[in-house]
């Protein structure tokens, strides 16, 4: 009444920020792998270790000129595969850096169907490839990896990453 609102009863004592208020501020940047040999032939890599075509080196290459002019102080953290190498190479070279591999980096392990066409695998597990196709967590099926292992595995390897870069790399 009398154009006032009623005041909110308090939840409990207010509690005070723990974390300094100077936290440091870092820039990840996250770069897929330029095109495969595998990719060319639309074969399911996971994490076999196929190299990059031409093309996937040429992007890897135009890739590195960008990302050097825009992060000169970059740390370069990559999956100890041969593609994703391969593509951090360049960038790491235009840095003067060695580019550092973390093996939980690596891409989504396909199991049993590692190496085979798209094409093979919906002829040889025709409800397993349709319910992946639609979204379902199945890969742990043919001896891969389920997608909370997978978000666990590589969200782990990013706090590595980033607890071990300085501010400003």
Do not use: M
């Amino acid at each position: 009444v009398g154009g006032r609102a009623a005041a909110r009863p308090r939840a409990g004592p207010r509690r005070r920020c723990r974390r300094p208020l100077t936290a440091s501020v870092k820039t990840l940047v996250l770069v897929r792998h330029g095109q495969s040999t595998w990719n060319v032939e639309h074969r399911i890599q996971g994490q076999a270790d196929p190299s990059l075509s031409p093309l996937g080196q040429a992007q890897a290459d135009r890739t590195a000129a960008w990302l050097a002019d825009a992060y000169p102080q970059a740390r370069v953290v990559t999956s100890d595969l041969a593609r994703c190498h391969e593509t951090a190479a360049p960038l790491a070279t235009a840095l003067g850096l060695a580019a550092e591999a973390h093996r939980g980096l690596r891409e989504r392990d396909f199991g049993a169907w590692t190496g085979h066409l798209h094409g093979e695998v919906a002829e040889r597990w025709p409800e397993l490839h349709r319910t992946w196709r639609a979204g379902g967590d199945v890969i742990d099926e043919v001896g891969g990896e389920t997608t909370p292992t997978l978000v666990d595995r590589v969200l782990g390897a990013l706090e590595d990453v980033l607890a071990a870069t300085a501010e400003g790399d």
